[in-house]
């Protein structure tokens, strides 16, 4: 099964480590294993280099027996040592260049020098607050109030041609995408939806995931609180 496949079957939970917050990494893998989650991605908005991003996949896939893909903030967070990698282009960004520019670099790297990297193309859309991806990428971020403009970004990226649409609210938000946006977007787009930022209890995640999206992301709850795991795995789980 490809990884494109595999992320369209059902709705799944991937747990997110970023190599510039978690110095025990292979211990939040190991515990994420352990509660049952569906794949892990590994990446983060700063301070990561390419040797950091390969040690780390490496030491992931050691241990794993589901997909390690690849969550980059730049187009130095890339190495075949992975199964595939989310193509991001930050939909609402006020920078063109990171909606195209880093993009058309990134290209060149992947088909040059990481071919076997199964490519994933994300429209990436930033709600709420964003968090750092939304201060890096220069972004003007989907108040969560309004779903109908998140679903207009949605269908813009399914005409353009998009593989999925990633939901955004940020690592550590105060909140995560309300349902009824998620609701929206999910109308809109039929592709692959991956949602992520601010879910940090089996509520939570159990609402999102009664929405159907095909992957719920939890990267904060990891790192500080990882009996929560078991919790949200579990709700999501269960919403099936």
Do not use: C, W
């Not at 294993?33 to 040690?55: F, K, P």
């Not at 992975?82 to 290209?107: E, K, M, R």
């Not at 990428?137 to 593989?163: H, Q, V």
């Not at 946006?181 to 509520?203: E, Q, Y």
């Amino acid at each position: 099964m490809s990884l494109r496949e595999y992320l369209r079957d059902g709705v799944k939970h991937f747990t997110l480590i970023d190599p510039d917050k978690s110095v025990d990494y292979l211990k939040i893998a190991r515990h994420a294993l352990e509660a049952g989650t569906d794949g892990i991605l590994v990446g983060g908005s700063l301070g990561i280099r390419e040797r950091d991003i390969e040690r780390v996949v490496k030491d992931v896939k050691s241990i794993s027996h589901v997909p390690v893909v690849l969550f980059p903030g730049s187009v130095t967070q890339l190495t075949d040592a992975a199964d595939g990698v989310l193509f991001l282009s930050v939909l609402n960004s006020l920078d063109p260049y990171f909606i195209v520019g880093a993009q058309v670099q990134g290209a060149v790297l992947i088909a040059k020098h990481f071919p076997k990297l199964e490519v994933i193309s994300t429209a990436y859309l930033i709600i709420g607050e964003g968090g750092a991806a939304g201060f890096v990428s220069m972004s003007k971020p989907i108040p969560y109030t309004r779903p109908d403009i998140a679903a207009a970004y949605a269908l813009a990226a399914r005409y353009i041609g998009f593989d999925a649409v990633y939901l955004e609210a940020g690592s550590g938000a105060a909140q995560h995408a309300p349902p009824e946006l998620v609701r929206a977007v999910r109308v809109a787009f039929p592709r692959i939806l991956i949602v992520g930022g601010g879910i940090k209890s089996g509520t939570a995640a159990g609402a999102i995931a009664r929405e159907k999206p095909n992957v719920i992301i939890t990267g904060t709850v990891a790192e500080e609180k990882l009996e929560k795991l078991s919790e949200i795995i579990k709700a999501i789980k269960s919403s099936l």
